[in-house]
C-alpha cells in the first residue's frame, strides 16, 4: 500500500522567511496530493492540493511542487507569518474502488517567529 | 455554520463502555470519510461512505468499531467495548465529489478511554 514520509518533523524560521516541507510517496499510481493545515484544537484545513497531470500550482503565499518521476512533492510558504504556525500534514492517494482514500504523512509543526 | 459538525466535542468513556460519535457533513456532499488520529500523527483511514453505501471499511481497527450513514448525511460512529488504545481524535470528513478529493474536516471529537 501507499507509504508517506514527510520531513522535517518540526521546521522554525524568522518571521518574512519562506518555509518548505518536502514529502515523498511510494505508490506510483497516486495522483492526488493535498496539503492540510492544523491548529491546535482544530480539524485539518484544506490549504492547496495538486493533481498528478500538473507540475506546479500556486495560490498567493503558498505553492506546491510535483515531481512523479522522484515521486516527491513540497509545499513552498514565502513571506510566513505567525498565523501561520501550525501542523502541516502532506497526503497522497490514488482512485481506489472509485474514490480516493488519503495516506498521510506524520505532520510537520511550523513556528514562525515574530 | 457550513462546516462539517462533530459531536460530542470530547468524550470521556470508562473501558468497556460503548460510544457513539456523530458527523454532520456539508449538505450536498457525497463522499464521507472518517479518520483516526493519534496524537502527534496524521491521520489514519477508518472507512468511507459514499452517500449511504459504505464503499470502505478496511481501516476499522476491530469488530468493535462500526459506522453507518443510513440516509446518505449524518453518519455515526460506534465504538463498543471501548479499550485505552481507543483514545484519539475521531476525525470527520466529507467532499462534494463522489471520488473523495477536495474533502473538508469536521474538528473532530478527542475521545479518551479511562
Known amino acids: 500500500g501507499e507509504n508517506v514520509e514527510q520531513h522535517p518533523s518540526t521546521l522554525s524560521v524568522q518571521e518574512g522567511d519562506s518555509a518548505v516541507i518536502k514529502c515523498t510517496y511510494s505508490d506510483s499510481a497516486s495522483n492526488y496530493f493535498p496539503w492540510y493545515k492544523q491548529e491546535l484544537g482544530k480539524g485539518p484545513q484544506l490549504i492547496i492540493d495538486i493533481r498528478s497531470n500538473v507540475g506546479e500550482k500556486k495560490d498567493q503565499r503558498i505553492a506546491v511542487t510535483l515531481n512523479k518521476t522522484a515521486k516527491h512533492f513540497s509545499l513552498h510558504i514565502t513571506e510566513t507569518q505567525p498565523e501561520d504556525s501550525a501542523v502541516y500534514f502532506c497526503a497522497a492517494s490514488s482512485v481506489s474502488g472509485g474514490y480516493n482514500k488519503l495516506i498521510f504523512g506524520a505532520g510537520t509543526r511550523l513556528a514562525v517567529h515574530p | 455554520g457550513a462546516g462539517v459538525s462533530q459531536s460530542p466535542r470530547y468524550k470521556v468513556a470508562k473501558r468497556g463502555q460503548d460510544v457513539a460519535l456523530r458527523c454532520d457533513p456539508i449538505?450536498?456532499?457525497?463522499?464521507l470519510f472518517w479518520y483516526q488520529q493519534a496524537l502527534g500523527q496524521g491521520p489514519e483511514f477508518l472507512t468511507y461512505?459514499?452517500?449511504?453505501?459504505?464503499?470502505?471499511k478496511s481501516g476499522l481497527p476491530s469488530d468493535r468499531f462500526f459506522a453507518e450513514r443510513p440516509e446518505g448525511s449524518v453518519s455515526t460512529l460506534k465504538i463498543q467495548r471501548t479499550q485505552q488504545e481507543d483514545s484519539a481524535v475521531y476525525l470527520c470528513?466529507?467532499?462534494?465529489?463522489?471520488?473523495?478529493?477536495?474533502?473538508?474536516f469536521g474538528q473532530g471529537t478527542r475521545l479518551t478511554v479511562v
Open positions: 470528513a466529507s467532499s462534494p465529489r463522489q471520488g473523495g478529493t477536495e474533502a473538508f
Open positions: 449538505s450536498g456532499h457525497v463522499s
Open positions: 461512505f459514499q452517500n449511504e453505501a459504505q464503499l470502505d
